[in-house]
């Protein structure tokens, strides 16, 4: 199964400003996504980040607050912008390959807005 | 949207099998069903999953009822590193995973 590094693994922000996120696949895949966990919670589906155009945002997130670049089959980054408390949270990239395949999960970014 | 019900937690002595149920009564004829865990601080793990029919592997094996509405995860031996959130899921269609809240599985010395 295909391993993510994601960096960093944890950080202290402060309000109004961004942070982004990267999320590396040791090999090619085809569907990559991006979900926020927020304490105590579940974990939810941010968007789907899709190589060569634009992602595709869940319900309640937007673009212009989570901006989302995937480059190629093997990359992508999730920024966090200007920053509140109510965005603290675990911001978790995971990678799918083929129709029926395994997902995979990085370790996660601990973000702290303050 | 294939939901899924779970218990919120459980117990399990150790050395002993761990059975989690799971319900997905909405869950449509090609829709995968998924297991994942979370252990505290770490991303979900892949455990196992299926269709129609029952599965093993290393780590578990899922039985699936025959009218698809529910399964149970099954860990033969569960050990105190067995300790987690267990999810229950069923893929959207997309691709993509809707995690519900899972069943925290406390293993017990």
């Known amino acids: 199964s295909a391993v993510i590094s994601q960096k960093p693994s944890r950080d202290i922000c402060q309000r109004g400003t961004s942070l982004t996120i990267q999320c590396q696949v040791d090999?090619?895949?085809?569907?990559m996504f991006w979900y926020r966990q927020q304490p105590g919670q579940s974990l939810t589906l941010i968007a789907t980040?899709?190589?060569?155009?634009?992602?595709?945002?869940e319900s309640g997130f937007v673009i212009d607050k989570f901006p989302i670049s995937r480059p190629n089959l093997t990359f992508s980054t999730l920024t966090v912008s200007n920053m509140s408390p109510e965005d603290s949270s675990i911001y978790l990239c995971?990678?799918?390959?083929?129709?029926?395949?395994?997902?995979?999960f990085g370790s996660g970014t601990r973000l702290t807005v303050v | 949207d294939a939901k899924t019900t779970q218990p919120p937690s459980m117990d399990c002595a150790e050395g002993r099998a761990a059975n989690l149920p799971c319900n997905h009564s909405?869950?449509?004829?090609?829709?995968?069903v998924y297991w994942y865990r979370q252990i505290h601080s770490q991303g979900p793990q892949y455990i196992i999953h299926?269709?129609?029919n029952n599965e093993t592997n290393e780590m578990a094996s899922l039985i699936i009822t025959e009218d698809r509405k529910s399964s149970t995860l099954i860990l033969p031996h569960a050990t105190l590193r067995d300790t987690a959130v267990y999810y229950c899921i069923g893929e959207t269609g997309a691709n993509n995973l809707f995690f519900g809240t899972g069943t925290r599985l406390t293993v017990i010395p």
């Open positions: 299926g269709l129609k």
């Open positions: 995971s990678a799918a390959w083929g129709p029926v395949g395994g997902y995979t």
């Open positions: 909405t869950i449509s004829g090609n829709e995968y």
């Open positions: 090999s090619q895949v085809t569907m």
């Open positions: 980040a899709n190589q060569g155009s634009e992602a595709t945002y």
